[in-house]
């Protein structure tokens, strides 16, 4: 079945410094992924549509020039954090498309 | 209004009972539903698509009623592995790679 590889597992950086979380599509070429970000007991909230060499769509409320987002090749999309802060503290999730929807592990940043 | 809207909990149940959870959406035009199940700090996974007449997977249905723009999920014979929160997801396309609207998620916890 289709795998999506997400790395880190979980990350833990000072205030103000960056983080990038990358995605991999295994065994498929994947156009579209997605990333969404979680807070505890909330929904997945999706925050932007990446496309393989294109620039990615943000969702509403999602500041392009902090999340961003490239999508070089068909099997590797990745988010950086910039300038992270303690409210970006989250659960950051990237999913892919193929037939269905396979959903990386995911990334638990954490900013002190 | 949310786009999806599903009762929170937590349902605690004792194993081997029948629990079902209910979800609405808001948009008349969506085209495809499914239920996730996610455990704590860990991604989505698919649970199972939700067809208009009805679909069944062993001890879980999900039915969808386009009128009322309502999706259920039924668990018979509750085990304590289905301890888990179960995400109610809207597709407004079919077969396309479009953005996933989840819900907050139903927490479902069975005990001895």
């Known amino acids: 079945g289709a795998v999506v590889s997400q790395h880190p597992s979980w990350v833990i950086c000072k205030s103000g410094t960056s983080v990038k979380i990358e995605c991999r599509s295994l065994d498929f070429q994947a156009t579209t992924m997605f990333w969404y970000r979680q807070f505890p007991k909330q929904s997945l909230m999706l925050m932007a549509t990446s496309n393989e060499g294109s620039k990615a769509t943000y969702e509403q409320g999602v500041e392009k020039d902090k999340f961003l987002i490239n999508h070089a090749s068909l099997t590797l999309s990745t988010l950086t954090v910039t300038s992270a802060h303690p409210e970006d503290s989250s659960f950051y999730i990237c999913?892919?498309?193929?037939?269905?929807?396979?959903f990386g592990s995911g990334t638990r940043l954490t900013v002190v | 209004r949310k786009e999806v809207e599903q009762d929170p909990g937590p349902f605690n149940v004792p194993e081997g009972a029948t629990v079902a959870f209910n979800c609405t959406y808001s948009?008349?035009?969506?085209?495809?539903f499914f239920w996730y199940r996610q455990d704590c700090r860990k991604e989505p996974k698919l649970l199972m698509s939700v067809y208009s007449s009805g679909n069944e997977d062993g001890r879980f249905t999900a039915q969808l009623n386009r009128a009322s723009q309502y999706i259920s999920l039924l668990i018979r014979d509750s085990k304590l592995s289905d301890s888990a929160t179960y995400l109610c997801v809207v597709n407004p396309n079919t077969g396309t790679a479009s953005k996933l609207t989840f819900g907050t998620g139903t927490r479902l916890q069975v005990t001895l």
């Open positions: 999913s892919a498309h193929r037939v269905g929807y396979t």
């Open positions: 948009n008349s035009a969506s085209q495809s």
